[in-house]
């Protein structure tokens, strides 16, 4: 891989130049805000990142959920910009992006309102987080021991680095009893979503989600393929589920920018439905794919094209 760089405080350095302070707040605490971002090569040396502005906006909602905003200098438009420049300073025409907005060094108490608040975007390729086999023929999954924190404990809308250490223990847990990956629950029992995914079942031809007003992330996927699959004349029902249903599901599927759309074939030993990708879920998946790669004019207006070969820095990005 040729060196990488990244997008710092407004300038691209090199990973020297964007070495971390050891008593950098966010590292000991967990207060940040990030995204999971991703670009698909459309074409030689063009590529479109998918949903930008989406991700720009929750970036800046995450912030201000987690007062972050009062020290940022960037807007989302300016950040949005500046994921197309980190892309293009690493000559990514595909790539997964990572912008994080956190507590810089200064005063070491918990509270640190004075500290810097510094923004960083990372770059780089990542294939199928979930595995291409997993695309193809679905993963498995558990029910986590861990639940999702609820509403009183935690903001479950924002996108923030600390509330990942839940995420993180679900996911090991599923992994280390040989699962791909885990599903919580709420307090009352109801599926909320995968450790870095939301969740969809069908049932009867119908798509069920749990809604937003659970402690769910809304995720871009998510509302990606909630107006898709209705375009195409699916009913999509948000309504709390337990696992009794998911159980007996037709399908089941799981959606977010690392893991696109991905099939569920089973869950705590039970197969889904046939026990492989779905045809609903097949034919969401193949839908998204034609998206993000640009084949679907309908959707144009979810992409952010860019080309690799214009100069760092140059060129006005409109922030699809
Ligand atoms: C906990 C959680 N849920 C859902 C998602 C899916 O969100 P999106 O589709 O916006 O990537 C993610 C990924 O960002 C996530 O971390």
């Given at each position: ?60 909602n995450s912030c201000h959920l987690v007062t972050l ?252």
């Amino acid at each position: 891989m040729s060196e990488v760089r990244v997008w710092l405080n407004g300038r691209i350095v090199d990973s020297e130049g964007a070495r971390l302070h050891h008593l950098t707040h966010s590292f000991h605490y967990g207060l940040g805000a990030f995204e999971g971002v991703r670009a698909y090569e459309v074409g030689a040396g063009c590529g479109a990142v998918f949903r930008l502005r989406e991700h720009m906006t929750r970036l800046m909602n995450s912030c201000h959920l987690v007062t972050l905003d009062k020290g940022l200098q960037w807007s989302g438009d300016q950040l949005g910009a500046a994921c197309v420049e980190a892309l293009r300073a690493n000559h990514l025409a595909s790539g997964y992006l990572r912008p994080v907005v956190y507590l810089a060094h200064g005063a070491m108490g918990v509270g640190a309102a004075g500290n810097p608040v510094h923004a960083m975007i990372a770059a780089w390729k990542w294939g199928a987080y979930l595995g291409e086999d997993g695309l193809q023929h679905g993963i498995r999954a558990c029910i986590s021991s861990f639940q999702r924190p609820g509403h009183a404990t935690t903001l479950t809308k924002g996108k923030v680095t600390g509330q990942y250490v839940n995420s993180i223990l679900a996911k090991r847990e599923a992994l280390m009893n040989g699962y791909d990956e885990a599903i919580l629950l709420n307090e009352q029992g109801y599926i909320t979503e995968a450790s870095g995914e939301n969740l969809f079942m069908v049932q009867d031809g119908l798509l069920v989600t749990p809604p937003l007003g659970m402690n769910i992330l809304g995720g871009i996927t998510r509302a990606t393929i909630i107006e898709v699959a209705s375009d195409l004349g699916f009913t999509v029902v948000e309504r709390p589920f337990a696992r009794d249903e998911l159980y007996c599901a037709d399908e089941v599927f799981l959606t977010g920018t690392a893991a696109e759309v991905t099939p569920v074939r089973e869950v705590d030993g039970r197969k889904i439905g046939s026990g492989t990708r779905g045809a609903i879920t097949a034919e969401l998946q193949a839908v998204y794919f034609d998206i993000v790669y640009g084949r679907n004019p309908k959707y144009e207006r979810w992409l952010t094209r860019y080309e690799l070969a214009a100069s760092q820095g140059a060129g006005v990005v409109a922030v699809g």
